[in-house]
């Protein structure tokens, strides 16, 4: 009884997918050219979920039915031993919290005047650094790297517009554009 406890969650997400995959195969669309259409993205998310889920069945299956799932505080529990003292309660940041808050409104506010670009490269370094990383090498890399990886992603594969910005930002926005084929 209680491996099917554990598989019922499972198969209701399975079934489930199944059933939307059915949905997104029968979209009623105009293809344009080499373009996909609006049911590439539902299904390959879809086709994730169940593979996710198929991969999560068989391992509850292959498991053996004496085995009782371990809980992870039974697993920490063990880990420690007396002489070792008990672990310190985790310290809280909720200015670091609202720091992160106030930051990702500025990147929506921003957004239109700046450019995807530029605002992305300037959020994903503050957030970086709010976070308390400190080496900027790293902060600077991850953050133009990033912004360079999402613009590609979402204008080139999965065909989003984003916004440009507003001159004299938009140059940058349309530079990037242009050395990436994107149209």
């Known amino acids: 009884m209680p491996r099917l406890r554990a598989l019922l969650p499972y198969v209701l997400v399975l079934a489930a997918a199944a059933v ?3 949905n997104a195969l ?6 344009r050219g080499d373009r996909p259409g609006p049911d ?11 593979l996710a889920c198929v991969v999560r069945i068989v391992t509850v299956l292959r498991r053996p039915t004496d085995a009782e799932p371990a809980m992870l ?19 809280h940041y909720p200015a670091l919290l609202a720091t992160g808050i106030a930051m990702t409104i500025a ?9 995807f670009f530029l605002d992305t490269v300037l959020y994903i370094a503050a957030l970086t650094r709010t976070g308390r990383y ?18 590609f992603i979402f204008m080139k594969i999965v065909y989003l517009s ?14 990037l554009m242009q050395l990436m084929g994107i149209r």
């Open 162 to 175: 984003l916004p440009i910005g507003s001159p004299p930002f938009a140059s940058v926005s349309l530079l």
């Open 107 to 115: 990147y929506v506010a921003l957004l239109g005047t700046l450019g």
């Open 40 to 50: 590439v993205w539902p299904r390959a998310i879809l086709a994730l979920l169940a």
């Open 26 to 31: 029968h979209f009623g669309y105009t293809p």
């Open 20 to 22: 939307l995959s059915y």
């Open 73 to 91: 505080q039974d697993v920490i529990a063990d880990a420690h031993t007396v002489d070792e003292p008990p672990p310190a309660p985790p310290r």
């Open 134 to 151: 400190t080496r900027w090498p790293v902060i600077v890399a991850v953050a133009f790297g990033g912004a360079l990886m999402f613009m």
